[in-house]
């Protein structure tokens, strides 16, 4: 075997935080330390700034107890940046690494992430200097191609699972309609996950709507008017991004939107789409009590809320990524694969341009032909992900007193 590429490791982490994005870094610091040619572990500060910036943290002089106690906490250790970097702001990126010694880059993050990443060793190659650079997957919208799944998902799964366990016992209790919009701009994994929040047959969920599915407001009347009839309540679950049949999102049929930082329409941060939906209800179907909630970025680092499941993934693709630099001398971006029917996993190294700025999307088996639920298949596919140990509901089981 050749001889180990000495150096320093560089480790970074970008865009939106998760419950779990902190066992990935801590996974990557461990691992790193392990390996006597490694020199120093240094963190980046508000990822790809804080290397321009040169602001880092020698990790190397972290204690493993803090590690392990930032591991279990949600949300960014590093802190995290939206920027997107391009080919000057990258060469940029390059400089710093080669003034500080750096040989091995991992970035904890999404597409655009993976995509960084891909300029960066491009850059590195060109000159011939020694730069192995490593994509880790996160992002709750469990959008990266090539995963089966992507930590971070897991657990804002189980968050939106156990929001619609208590709306439907809220729901139940004083009737109505009730409007959830969910994170999802283009993959309706997140909220397609709180299908399992039903345990008793009138349970909600009853519509769910996501963007792979072209809405149609007269559609979406006509399913809560049927739900509203059947059960007395209604209880939707609706992803941010869902878009008419020429692709627009119907939140720009309310009013002119924002963009963030890549020149998205910002979707996030605001309750405009769960008001018109609301607003449209009682105006089309004269309903009184209707109520809508936007989750928000609670769904991204609530506390006390995390997939055991996701936890022990999120660890693991951080080592592995070290594995693969170390041992194997390669770049690429770690995706995870489910191999057999009952849950297990297994990880993969695929090349950066087969991740970098591409998005995952549900496939048409996950989603009913009425386009306002999900399938069995579905079912199967989120349980496992979203960990042991969810919240019961339960219900008054007495016979009902007869009138005098």
């Not at 960014?76 to 060469?91: G, I, N």
């Not at 999802?184 to 009138?202: I, M, N, Q, V, W």
């Not at 963030?260 to 105006?283: C, F, P, R, W, Y």
Request: with cysteine; net charge neutral; charged share 25%.
């Amino acid at each position: 075997m050749a001889e180990l590429l000495a150096g320093k490791v560089l480790v970074a982490q970008g865009g939106g935080p998760t419950a779990v994005i902190n066992q990935s870094l801590v996974g990557v610091v461990l691992e790193a330390r392990k390996f006597p040619h490694i020199h120093r572990v240094y963190g980046a500060v508000h990822g790809v700034r804080g290397i321009v910036d040169e602001d880092f943290l020698d990790l190397t002089r972290e204690t493993t107890h803090n590690l392990e106690q930032v591991a279990t906490t949600p949300s960014s250790a590093l802190l995290s940046t939206r920027d997107k970097p391009d080919r000057e702001y990258c060469q940029r990126m390059f400089g710093v690494l080669k003034r500080h010694g750096i040989h091995y880059f991992f970035y904890v993050g999404g597409n655009d992430s993976s995509d960084t990443l891909r300029i960066v060793n491009a850059e590195a190659e060109a000159v011939g200097y020694p730069l192995r650079c490593v994509h880790i997957p996160k992002t709750i919208d469990n959008d990266l191609v090539e995963n089966d799944h992507t930590p971070g998902f897991g657990s804002a799964a189980r968050f939106v699972v156990q929001s619609f366990r208590g709306i439907n016992l809220d729901n139940s209790a004083l009737r109505g309609v009730y409007v959830a919009v969910v994170m999802g701009r283009h993959a309706g994994f997140l909220t397609a996950s709180s299908c399992l929040a039903r345990k008793y047959p009138d349970d909600g969920p009853h519509l769910i709507y996501v963007p792979e599915r072209a809405f149609d407001v007269e559609r979406f009347l006509g399913d809560v008017d049927r739900t509203m009839k059947a059960y007395g309540r209604c209880i939707v679950a609706v992803s941010e991004g869902i878009s008419d049949r020429d692709g627009r999102p119907i939140m720009t049929t309310l009013k002119q939107m924002g963009q963030d930082a890549h020149g998205n329409v910002q979707l996030s941060g605001t309750g405009a789409l769960g008001d018109l939906l609301m607003d449209t209800i009682k105006e089309k179907l004269g309903i009184k009590r209707v109520r809508a909630d936007t989750f928000g970025y609670l769904q991204r680092s609530f506390l006390g809320c995390v997939s055991d499941r996701d936890a022990s993934e999120a660890r693991e693709v951080g080592e592995k990524a070290v594995q693969y630099a170390m041992w194997d001398d390669v770049d690429g971006s770690v995706v995870i694969r489910r191999p057999v029917v009952d849950y297990s996993v297994d990880y993969e190294l695929v090349p950066l341009a087969a991740v970098a700025g591409k998005t995952k999307h549900m496939a048409d088996e996950y989603l009913n032909a009425d386009g306002n639920g999900v399938t069995q298949a579905f079912h199967a596919y989120v349980r496992p992900l979203v960990g042991s140990g969810l919240p019961e509901t339960h219900r008054l089981r007495a016979p009902r007193v007869p009138k005098g």
